[in-house]
């Protein structure tokens, strides 16, 4: 009904950079929040931010003034670009959205398959 998939994963150095992208397809009315999780091995699924389908956006305090989360309404996409990366930051980051299938339907949560981010030298 609803695909989320995401892209721009990789590795990387640490103090190095990535832009990931989630582009949202399928039956779509309206997508409200959006957000970017990640997950290490061993670790709960963890909030690294979110952005309201207006720009109001919030941040994991791990990742405040590195991070910057955006979206394209038109396009139904969201990017998550990352700055100065450390070597604990390795995940599969997710994507996750709030999307409205139908005029008169609630919204539901949608995930992405995740996309590997590697910081390692």
């Known amino acids: 009904q609803v695909q989320l998939v995401e892209s721009g994963g990789g590795l990387v150095q640490p103090g190095g950079s990535l832009r990931l992208s989630c582009a949202a397809s399928?039956?779509?009315?309206?997508?409200?929040?959006m957000g970017w999780y990640r997950q290490a091995p061993g670790e709960q699924r963890e909030l690294v931010a979110s952005i309201t389908r207006g720009g109001t956006t919030i941040y994991a305090d791990s990742v405040k003034d590195r991070f910057t989360i955006s979206r394209d309404n038109s396009k139904n996409t969201a990017f998550l670009q990352m700055n100065s990366l450390k070597p604990e930051e390795t995940a599969v980051y997710y994507c996750n959205a709030q999307v409205q299938t139908r005029s008169m339907g609630r919204s539901n949560d949608y995930w992405g398959q995740g996309t590997q981010v590697t910081v390692s030298p």
């Open positions: 399928g039956r779509i009315f309206s997508i409200y929040d």
